[in-house]
């Protein structure tokens, strides 16, 4: 198999949209929740659908950015610890992520910001905060004191903040492929920013092709075929800096500490119908080392995985055992 045929989960530079057609098939590039996203679909109307995915995904962003600052959530955060009225999806969207983050026993926990904020993740100015710093953050950061009522209201206590930058590119792929399936679209595939979405097949009914990301740098570490499912990957080689004594933090957090998480894994892919759960989960468990990440999918067994520990080793569930392949052989592969 040839490595240039895969459709490589890559991050592009250009910030140009442009859209080109040949045939059936459409691509178009745009920029949204601060990432390159492409689609490519296939059938009659796929100029449209496009169009249409573009306009669903930049109306969510608007809704649950906690950088615009008249998104519902960036209300939310807003001091006082006031009553705000949310939007459909910003609502289904906080209800889901703290129910995950129960079940995931915080791993997931998406009132971290203030955290996230002092650590300089949000601005790119970095700095290591002081730990009396960090305590006074970490005793607002309960997401289990997300208050949910009636009619989209939310309330959340004095000091909290919010952030849904763990969940949100998951779920913006599975409302683009409800756009595009009512629009009568039956294959395409979007890249979210290496999140990756599938609807259907390849126009000639086989399953697409895609890589796994090399957490070291450089194209893929395996190949993966898939048919109508998200493909999620979390990693601390996404975002991170480094201090002059050679020590990295990344960008994704311990709720427990407030810091990076610092752990065995150097990412965690997974696969799920559901993008929301597979973004869910990358993160969650990320958070949670490789025995955490294994026990949680041995109890529940309802999504796939691919895990990548800093021991240069790729660990898969038995069920993608005939639909992963190797790509780097210096980096081997084990069925979990
Ligand atoms: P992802 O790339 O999906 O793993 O999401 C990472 C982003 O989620 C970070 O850039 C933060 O904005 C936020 N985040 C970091 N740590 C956590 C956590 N433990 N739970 C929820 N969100 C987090
Ligand atoms: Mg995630």
Known sequence: MQKNSFFV???????????????????????????????????????????????????????????????????LNRPG???????????????????????TDGALNIALYPVIKEWGFTTGDYKVPSQDKIDELLLHTDFTKINLFEGNQVQIEEGMQLDLGAVGKGYAGDLAVEVLKNLGIKSALLDLGGNIQALGTKSDGSPWKIGVK???????????????????????????????????????????????VENDLESVTIISESGLYADSLSTALFVMGFEGAKSF???????????????????????????????????PMFML
């Not at 990957?233 to 480094?242: A, I, K, L, Q, W």
């Open 9 to 75: 989960i890559l991050v592009l530079s250009s910030l140009l949209i442009f859209s080109c057609k040949s045939d059936e098939k459409t691509v178009l590039q745009f920029e949204a929740m601060n990432t390159i996203m492409t689609v490519q679909l296939y059938g009659p109307n796929a100029q449209n659908a496009a169009t249409q995915v573009v306009q669903k995904i930049g109306d969510l962003e608007k809704s649950i950015s906690s950088t615009l600052p008249d998104s519902y959530i960036s209300l």
């Open 214 to 260: 090399n957490p070291w740098g450089g194209e893929a570490v395996a190949g993966l075929y898939i048919n109508n499912e998200a493909v999620i990957t979390s990693g601390g080689y996404e975002r991170f800096f480094d201090t002059l004594d050679g020590k990295r933090y990344i960008h994704i957090f311990d709720g427990k500490t407030g810091y990076p």
């Open 297 to 331: 999918w041995e109890k529940h067994q309802d999504f796939q995985m691919i895990l990548i520990t800093k021991e240069h080793k790729i660990f898969y569930t038995p069920l993608l055992s005939d639909r992963i392949f190797s790509v780097d052989d210096s980096i």
């Open 81 to 103: 610890g006031q009553f705000s009225k949310t939007d459909e999806h910003t609502f289904y969207l906080l209800d889901y992520a703290k129910k995950m983050g129960i079940a």
